[in-house]
Every structure is written in C-alpha cells, then in structure tokens.
C-alpha cells in the first residue's frame, strides 16, 4: 500500500522542484550583491523613491554632502516643485535625474534597474521614509540585487508606524514574479 497517492507525490515533487529553483535564485541574488559590494564599497549614486515633498527635500540635503552622486527620484512630485527643492539646496540639476515611469514601490526598481546597470552602476543609496524602508528593502534585494546591484538604505524618519508584512511580502513576491516573467503584476491593481 502506498502512503502518499500518486497525485500527491507529483504535487510535492513540483513543490520540491519550485522551492530549489527559488532557493538557488536567491543564492544567486546574494552572490551578484556581494560581488557588487566588492566592485564599489561605497555608493555610486542616489535613488529616492517618490511619495511627498519630504522625500526630495531629505535627499537635497543628503545629496550636499555626497556632492559627486548623481541623483535619480522615482515618480516623486510634479517636476518643477522637484527642481526648485534641489536648486534651494544648492544642488546643480545636471545632478538630478526625475524619473516618472514608475506607478508604485515595484515599479520604482524595474523601471531604473537596467538604467543603473546601462550605467555601470553597482551600488546605490537608498531613499525613503523609515515606515516603507522594510518593503522597499525587500523589492530592492531582488530586483537590484538580480542585476548585481547593491544598496545601502537611508531611512527618513517619520511618525508612521511601518507598512505590514502583508504589504512587504506582496511586494516582494511581485519582484519574484517580475524576475522570473518581466511583469510586475501593476495593471492588476484596481488603485492605479
């Protein structure tokens, strides 16, 4: 007599066979982030990732003190508001590269990764406020580390509690899709 019915044993070898290939992705993941750490110790340009004013204003005055970064802000506010933050800062906008193809925290990365690779670029900060740092962390391993692309995260401090691990592991499963398909599930969502 068999324990498990033949269904059941194709089932769990397919379960078996999804879990490795997701497990060795991920092994690959850390692997090209850990060799992007070597090529580049430290940061080689800004990312923020659009959601207020507070997020530019923060990264114009971060940016004053790492004046050889290039900055780049995913689908933040209207771009002449934008501008005129970072020239109040001091900042030279042949610096600043506003970015509006994204449509939400997935889209920040997938949508500037093959930009940052184009540009020979492995290794960023990361910009956004403390509450969404979790979930943008998440997306960030994968999509960026996919690429061999490394962060180092900047957290905004705010009042916000912190965004759910529902939201973050949503998010970071759709990078998974995103890494494995090219689409990132955002025209499935009924907000945008």
């Known amino acids: 007599m068999k324990i498990f019915p033949h269904k059941c044993n194709t089932k769990i070898f397919i379960c078996i066979i999804l879990c490795g290939i997701l497990i060795i992705h991920l092994i690959t993941i850390l692997i090209h982030r850990t ?43 209207p771009p002449k508001q934008a501008k005129e933050i970072f020239l109040n ?5 042949g610096r600043v590269n506003l970015d509006y193809r994204a449509v939400d925290t997935v889209t920040n990365f997938t949508s500037l990764v093959q930009d940052f690779k184009n540009l020979n670029i492995h290794h960023l900060y990361l910009i956004t406020s403390d509450f969404h ?60």
Do not use: C
Not at 43 to 66: D, M, N, V, Y
Not at 89 to 93: D, H, P, S, T, V
Not at 135 to 154: D, E, Q
């Open 35 to 77: 060799i992007a750490i070597y090529k580049s110790t430290k940061p080689q340009a800004i990312l923020t990732l659009g959601g207020g004013s507070i997020r530019e204003k923060f990264t114009a005055t971060f940016a004053q003190s790492h004046p050889s970064l290039d900055i780049w802000v995913s689908t933040g506010i």
């Open 133 to 192: 740092m979790r979930r943008a962390k998440g997306i960030a391993t994968v999509v960026l580390g996919s690429r061999g692309i490394a962060f180092t995260p900047v957290p905004i401090p705010t009042n916000q509690s912190r965004e759910t691990n529902l939201h973050v592991l949503r998010d970071t499963g759709r990078a998974l899709i995103w890494l494995y398909t090219g689409h990132t599930g955002a025209s499935l969502n009924p907000e945008l």
């Open 89 to 93: 800062a001091g900042i030279n906008l």
